[in-house]
């Protein structure tokens, strides 16, 4: 069985995976230089980027079709598809890894991310698809429970949450809401990319994601901002910027896990 597995009581195991790997302070706008880094990739190799970007937008817009008489639970459905974002860019992180490696990248490249040789990747896509489903239903409980009125459509959530005269629904949504994205986005921000890149337990590939933003919490803090508001930009016309957004957020967010991370121990590749 490989070391990587869990022979060992899984917190010992896991702290001294994390140990191996070291974090590397980064300048505050070094953000800035992913998303160049990112677009740079999607440019070299667009097809799957742009592929995978217009999956995304398709399975929105049906979504968006299918519930539409349901804004409030639209709402929760695209706020939680922020958290599990790292999990649908793993192929394109295997793209930019290859680009990095002078490797031939294609879409074979990034399909073959989906079928890896063990259960890590998968274990963590479902932490992430748990996290996900339950903001979607802890914002559908919160707005059809404390709203005085119905939320069926984009003007009732704006008129009855938004600009409600009375109570504080919109300000408990956004505050719930980061409540949840924040610990979310520190066990993932480098999580993902690392179970692709290296052989280690999804316990210390979170431990070390954390570990990098406690080192870096200026600019890890823009890192989530500029992701989130690409991807809102993304999704507000028709959601079809996604076709764009979607991968060049991915591939820019390989290049923020290969700047954060340096692997200074005997961490083998995946």
């Given amino acids: 069985m490989p070391a990587w597995r869990m022979t060992r009581p899984l917190a010992p195991r896991a702290l001294q995976d994390s140990r191996r790997l070291g974090v590397r302070p ?18 070299r190799c667009p097809l799957p980027g ?19 008489r349901h804004f409030w639970l639209l709402t929760g459905a695209f706020t939680g598809f922020l958290l599990v974002g790292p999990l649908l860019a793993t192929g394109l992180y295997a793209i930019s890894r290859a680009l990095e490696h002078g490797e031939p990248a294609a879409l074979a490249t990034a399909m073959r991310a989906w079928y890896p040789d063990d259960g890590r990747l998968v274990v963590f896509g479902v932490l992430l ?8 239903v802890t914002s559908a409980g919160l707005i059809t429970g404390l709203s005085p009125y119905p939320v069926n459509n984009p003007m009732d959530f704006l008129r009855h949450v938004v600009l409600a005269e009375h109570g504080h629904v919109f300000e408990a949504w956004v505050a719930l809401g980061a409540l949840l994205a924040a610990p979310v986005f520190a066990s993932s921000v480098v999580a993902m ?7 280690v337990g999804v316990l210390g590939a979170v431990l070390t994601s954390w570990r990098v933003v406690l080192e870096n919490p200026v600019p890890m803090a823009l890192w989530a901002v500029l992701l989130t508001a690409l991807t809102v930009l993304g999704m507000l016309p028709l959601l079809l910027g996604l076709v764009f957004v979607a991968p060049w957020l991915a591939h820019a967010s390989w290049h923020a896990y290969r700047d954060l991370v340096v692997p200074a121990g005997s961490v083998e590749h995946a």
């Fill in 50 to 68: 742009l592929l995978h970007g217009l999956a995304l937008a398709v399975f929105g817009i049906v979504l968006a079709l299918v519930a539409h």
């Fill in 26 to 43: 980064v300048p505050v706008l070094q953000p800035l230089r992913w998303l160049a880094l990112g677009w740079r990739d999607l440019r």
């Fill in 129 to 136: 698809a748990f996290a996900g489903t339950g903001w979607v």
């Fill in 193 to 199: 990319p690392l179970l692709l890149d290296r052989r």
